[in-house]
Nanobody
Framework: QVQLGESGGGLAQAGDSLRLSCAAS????????LGWCRQGFGNKRELVAA????????YYADSVKGRFTISKDSAKNTVDLQMNSLQPEDTNVYYC?????????????????WGQGTQVTVSS
């Protein structure tokens, strides 16, 4: 069972950058999708960005396209989220997760593993 640990996050001002990192305790399968979720409207988690471990294909929420970049390091079994041009509305707790598709943010039980969450706070 893969376990996930997050690092990064913290305080930033609007326009600043932060980097989140998620380390997996073991090597994910090539079909696994690792990504970042945050609380959205109605207290439901929404997908921010995700990457398929084998192909490296990436997925982004419309709200972060062009500002956030997700990447993986296969040697370290890590997934990073580079967040540029941060805005106050990016303030949230960010959770790293792994699953077989893109729906584990919306349906948390479909996630195989979750990180503990890391706080990102952006001031204007």
């Amino acid at each position: 069972q893969v376990q996930l640990g997050e690092s990064g996050g913290g305080l930033a001002q609007a326009g600043d950058s932060l980097r989140l990192s998620c380390a997996a305790s073991g090597r994910p399968y090539s079909s696994h999708v690792l990504g970042w979720c945050r609380q959205g409207f109605g207290n439901k988690r929404e997908l921010v960005a995700a990457i398929r471990w084998g192909s490296g294909r990436t997925y982004y929420a419309d709200s972060v396209k062009g500002r956030f970049t997700i990447s993986k390091d296969s040697a370290k079994n890590t997934v990073d989220l580079q967040m540029n041009s941060l805005q106050p509305e990016d303030t949230n707790v960010y959770y790293c997760a792994v699953g077989s598709g893109l729906d584990y943010c919306q349906y948390p039980l479909r996630g195989f593993a979750w990180g503990q969450g890391t706080q990102v706070t952006v001031s204007s």
